[in-house]
């Protein structure tokens, strides 16, 4: 597959980065950990987010969206890891258009789509049960009591899920995993502080009653479901961290530039020459990796899954290297809060984590390859 972009996806590219460097700095997220802001994004900026376009690029056109695809979306999050703007592109844009456009009934459409593609609704995903990714290993329980089910169970690392309007929780049934949409408000949430300030939330449901029509897509085969849709959000969050990484080596070259010792720049020495350098490859790298995902999901090719285990694994490395380099060669400044290097350090750490680490992405790709 060629790995260029589109013209019309060029244009979203240039579109997205003029849009998150004016309107979302980094220091609009340092604003909202630090008035420890109860919503974690701008709801204003979302609306605006939402205006463009960008929440419908994975919802066909027949339910209002523009069916762009994920190449069209992965411009969004890179540019948007750029500035680690805080908004519910991953939560909403992605996990909870893909489930509904491919899972969704038509009346369940009708009746979510509209206010996704408006950013008037907020949506989560509410899967993981531990301390690591384990997209199939569900106890939270949905028991049949005739006239809809039960839901008993918690999950934690939920993004999003403290102020979403709807739950979509992936629970065990008698023969498989079913997505349920659950009211927000229906469950006891506790929203936990990230060390990178991401919006995430421990939920509890007790004994909480749904119908019949909360079901997403069929019953006992919500793990295929679930499956497609983390494979668009691994290479989604891949292409969050690739803008991430390369915003960290732009920032960390530029201070190898303007920092002198013994009357020269710093960047005139060789070792760090040979570091920066290492940097640019990985980022490219990087890039080449996340766009052949993207790609591959977006023309449905079989080795889509594989593909995206190589660019999360991948993305999971270069912004751990670039996250670390960046405060290294920064020396002690490099070191303080005051600083926006260490931010994107820091997000490294939980994004790397986020829908599988580089054990389990090279795990699932060794799997998939037959080893």
């Known amino acids: 597959m060629p790995l260029i972009l589109s013209d019309e996806a060029r244009m979203v590219r240039e579109t997205a980065l003029d849009f998150f460097r004016e309107r979302s ?5 340092r604003k909202l950990r ?5 919503v974690g994004f701008s709801r ?6 939402a205006e463009l376009g960008w929440t419908g690029f994975l919802v066909d056109e027949d339910d ?4 762009f695809g994920m190449t069209g979306l992965a411009q969004v999050m890179e540019a948007s890891g750029r500035t680690l703007t805080a ?11 893909s489930l509904l456009s491919h899972g969704g009934s038509d009346d369940q459409k009708a009746e979510y789509l509209p206010p996704l593609l408006a950013g008037e609704h907020i949506f989560a995903l509410a899967l993981e049960e531990g301390t690591r990714h384990a997209p199939n290993q569900i106890a939270l329980t949905a028991q049949s009591d005739g006239s809809g089910y039960r839901l008993n169970g918690q999950k934690t690392f939920v993004l999003d899920g403290h102020i979403a309007n709807t739950l979509i929780v992936a629970a065990r049934t008698a023969n498989g995993i079913t997505l349920f949409l659950v009211p927000g408000d229906a469950a006891t949430r506790k929203r936990l502080i990230m060390v990178d300030s991401r919006n995430a939330a421990s939920i509890r449901l007790d004994n909480v009653k749904v119908s019949p029509e909360a079901v997403l897509g069929p019953v006992d085969q919500g793990a295929a479901l679930l499956d497609l849709t983390l494979d668009r959000a691994r290479a989604a969050l891949a292409a969050e961290m690739l803008g991430s990484a390369n915003e960290a080596f732009d920032r960390t070259v530029q201070y190898l530039k ?15 020459k040979h570091r920066a350098a290492q940097m640019f490859c990985e980022v490219e790298m990087t890039r080449s990796a996340v766009l052949a995902a993207v790609s591959a999901l977006d023309q449905n090719s079989n080795d889509a899954a594989a593909l995206v285990s190589l660019a999360k694994t991948k993305a999971n490395d270069t912004l751990l290297l670039c996250g670390n380099e960046g405060v290294q060669m920064h020396g002690g400044i490099g070191m303080t809060d005051e600083h ?8 490294s750490r939980v994004a790397q984590a986020t ?6 992405c090279r795990d699932r790709y060794a799997r998939l390859m037959g080893y």
């Open 87 to 97: 908004s519910p592109l991953l939560s909403t844009a992605l996990l909870g258009a």
């Open 25 to 29: 700095p980094i220091t609009a997220l």
């Open 258 to 272: 303007d920092r002198k010792q013994f009357g020269v720049a710093i960047g005139s020495f060789q070792a760090l």
């Open 64 to 67: 209002g969206g523009s069916a």
């Open 44 to 49: 204003d900026l979302w609306r605006q987010m």
């Open 34 to 38: 630090d008035d420890n802001d109860p």
């Open 355 to 360: 829908f599988g680490d580089t054990a389990f």
């Open 340 to 347: 926006e290097i260490g931010f994107f350090m820091k997000r």
